[in-house]
């Protein structure tokens, strides 16, 4: 196991509806020192890539991404998932469905903070059927900018968001991938690592 694989199995509650709660280190309460070793993990998963900008979405992303950042030294942009009267100018705009809030969001992003001269890296907390990855995809590839790769904290495998986003051909990078789990037990069974 590596070292987010056992802080899932240590500090993970599995709670019915195939929803895993990390709020005590990662989505509510955050452990820094966990979070600087993603970032680490993450710069040497996509060492080769030229990355100039990380983009990620509100609000369970940004730790993360503000964190890996400091391993790139490039910018975070995080999507916006409503209008506000911050936000002005064009914007470039996708609709997403929450898997854990059962409804749709407007995913936005001021098109002053992205453009084709950009090379980014998403980066997002979890990953279950692909639809907020989706929209960050879409809203980078209307601004004519390169996805590099995709970074994940936690990928739930035994959904379908994986498998999309791989079949398109990104270089998607998941911390720990849980392939089953049971909230009975609270069972965790993570994706062997020769086999992510
Ligand atoms: P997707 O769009 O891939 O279906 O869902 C991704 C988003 O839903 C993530 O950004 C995350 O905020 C939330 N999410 C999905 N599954 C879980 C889960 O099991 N636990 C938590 N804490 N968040 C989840």
Request: include cysteine.
């Amino acid at each position: 196991m590596n070292f987010l694989e056992e802080r899932i199995v240590k500090d993970g509650v599995v709670k019915e509806g195939n929803v895993l709660k990390v709020d005590s280190f990662l989505n509510h309460q955050m452990d820094i020192e966990l979070l600087e070793e993603m970032g680490g993990e993450f710069k040497r998963r996509f060492a080769g890539r030229h990355i100039n900008k990380i983009l990620t979405i509100e609000a369970s992303g940004i730790g993360i991404a503000c964190i890996t950042a400091q391993h790139f030294h490039v910018p975070v942009v995080f999507a916006k998932k409503s209008q506000s009267i911050n936000l002005d100018g064009e914007m470039y705009v996708a609709e997403v469905e929450s898997f854990t809030h059962k409804c749709k969001n407007h995913v936005i992003v001021a098109q002053k903070f992205l453009g084709p001269e950009d090379h980014v890296l998403i980066i997002d907390d979890f990953l279950a059927n692909g639809c907020a990855l989706q929209g960050l995809i879409q809203i980078v590839q209307a601004a004519g900018a390169t996805v590099e790769g995709i970074g994940i904290a936690i990928e739930k495998g035994f959904q379908s968001g994986g498998r999309i986003i791989r079949n398109l051909g990104f270089q998607l990078e998941s911390l720990a991938i849980v392939d089953g789990m049971d909230a009975q037990t609270g069972s965790i069974q993570f994706r062997p690592q020769e086999e992510k």
